[in-house]
C-alpha cells in the first residue's frame, strides 16, 4: 500500500482502528472483538466491530498473525493512526516539568546534556533512544587567541562561525612572547576571518610560518568539527520486545553503525527538519529497517549548530509516548543550546611570531 496515499476511514473504522493500535502497543497480544467490546465498554455488538474488522483486514490496516481469532495492526495501519488518529499530550504537564527542571539544573556542558537527554529519552519514551552530539553547521572561521602557557607551550583558543569553540595545545620550536602571539593572532584574524577550511589553506600560503602552521591546524579543526559521537542508551531492554531475531538486528545495526545512522538522518530527517519525524519499518524505502519504528527530531540553533535525536524499537512501540518526548526533548535541547550559543565570545588580542611549531595532542574542546 502507497503509504501517502491511505483510503480514508469512516469515524466508526476510525476509533476501531485506534483502539487495536493502543491496545496492542500496550499488551503486544492479537486483539478481539471481544477484548474491545470489554476493554472500552462499547455501544457496538461484537458482530458489527468484527464486520468494521473485515473492512479495516481489506483495506490492509489490521491483519490476522495466524488462525487466532484477533488482529494486529499493519504497517499502513500504523500510518493511518500516527497521521490521523493521535493526539500529542501523552507527556503529562507534571512529567514535562520534571524533565524541564532537570535540564535546567545541569552544568552548562553539552556532553551532561547529551547524556541526560538519551536517558529521559529512552526512559519516558520506555524504548531504545540515540542522540547525537552537537556540531557547527557553518563550518567558518571566526577568530582565535594565541596563549603562553608556559615556555614554549602555547594553547590555541578558536571559535567557529556558528560560536563552537575549540582549543588545542602547540609546542613552539622556541619561545615566543605573548606580545608576538597576540600580533599573529590578530593577523591570521584579519586574513581567515568569516572563510571556510578550504580558503583558510590558500591565504595560509602567504603567512609567515608560525602563522601558516597555526591556519593548517585551525582548518584541520574546522573540517573535524562535530566529534560524531552517539549517545546511546536502553537497546539491550527492548531487544525482546521484537517478534523476531532479524528486527533485534536491525536495531543493533542502527544503534552501533554511526554511518548508517547518518546514512538514515540524511534520508528520513533532512538537515534542518522542522518537526519529529515518523519512520515505520522503512517507510516502504529501506529493507534494512522493516522491523523497526523510529520518531527522530533535531535539535540546536538554525544555521549555526545542531545535533538530532531519536527513539527506536519494533513497530508496536508507543508511538504517542515516543513523538511527544522526541519532540519535548527537543525543544529543550534547542533553547539551551540557544541560550549557551547566544553568550558574549572572547576578544581577541593583536601580536608577532615567526617560529615553527609542533602540534601536540589536542585537549578536550572546551563546553562551557
Not at 557547527?136 to 614554549?152: D, S
Amino acid at each position: 500500500m502507497d503509504a501517502t496515499n491511505l483510503p480514508q476511514l469512516t469515524r466508526r473504522q476510525e476509533e476501531i482502528l485506534s483502539m487495536i493500535v493502543r491496545a496492542y502497543t500496550q499488551y503486544p497480544e492479537p486483539v478481539s472483538s471481544k477484548f474491545l467490546v470489554e476493554t472500552y465498554a462499547l455501544s457496538w455488538s461484537s458482530a458489527t466491530i468484527r464486520n468494521e474488522m473485515k473492512v479495516l483486514e481489506d483495506l490492509g490496516y489490521i491483519g490476522a498473525p495466524h488462525t487466532s481469532a484477533g488482529r494486529i495492526p499493519t504497517e499502513a495501519g500504523y500510518r493511518y493512526f500516527v497521521r490521523n488518529l493521535m493526539h500529542n499530550g501523552d507527556l503529562t504537564v507534571t512529567e514535562q516539568s520534571s524533565i524541564r527542571e532537570k535540564f535546567e539544573r545541569l552544568p552548562m556542558v553539552t556532553e551532561r546534556w547529551m547524556r541526560y537527554a538519551v536517558t529521559t529519552l529512552a526512559r519516558t519514551a520506555q524504548t531504545a533512544a540515540l542522540v547525537t552530539s552537537p556540531s557547527a553547521q557553518t563550518g567558518r572561521f571566526k577568530h582565535l587567541e594565541l596563549v603562553v602557557i608556559q615556555g614554549r607551550l602555547v594553547l590555541m583558543v578558536m571559535v567557529m562561525g556558528g560560536g563552537t569553540v575549540q582549543q588545542r595545545m602547540l609546542t613552539l620550536n622556541e619561545p615566543v612572547a605573548q606580545s608576538a602571539l597576540s600580533e599573529a593572532a590578530g593577523r591570521i584574524n584579519r586574513t581567515c576571518e568569516g572563510l571556510k577550511a578550504s580558503e583558510m589553506l590558500v591565504k595560509a600560503v602567504q603567512l609567515p610560518v608560525l602563522e601558516r602552521e597555526v591556519v593548517e591546524l585551525a582548518a584541520e579543526v574546522i573540517d573535524r568539527q562535530g566529534d560524531g559521537t552517539i549517545y546511546r542508551e536502553g537497546l539491550s531492554e527492548v531487544i525482546n520486545a521484537f517478534p523476531e531475531t532479524s528486527g533485534a538486528q536491525q536495531a543493533v545495526r542502527v544503534f552501533e553503525e554511526g554511518a548508517f545512522l547518518n546514512l538514515i538522518l540524511d534520508e528520513f530527517l533532512g538537515p534542518a527538519a522542522a518537526d519529529v519525524q515518523v519512520v515505520i519499518a522503512g517507510e516502504g524505502r529501506r529493507e534494512e529497517l522493516s522491523q523497526l519504528s523510529m520518531v527522530l527530531g533535531r535539535y540546536g540553533v538554525p544555521g549555526q549548530i545542531g545535533g538530532a535525536l531519536g527513539v527506536l524499537g519494533p513497530t508496536h512501540i508507543n508511538y504517542g509516548r515516543a513523538i511527544s518526548s522526541v519532540r519535548y526533548v527537543s525543544t529543550l535541547m534547542t533553547n539551551m543550546m540557544a541560550q549557551l550559543y547566544s553568550e558574549d565570545e572572547p576578544s581577541t588580542g593583536e601580536s608577532d611570531a615567526h617560529q615553527g611549531v609542533i602540534f601536540t595532542e589536542p585537549i578536550k574542546p572546551d563546553e562551557s
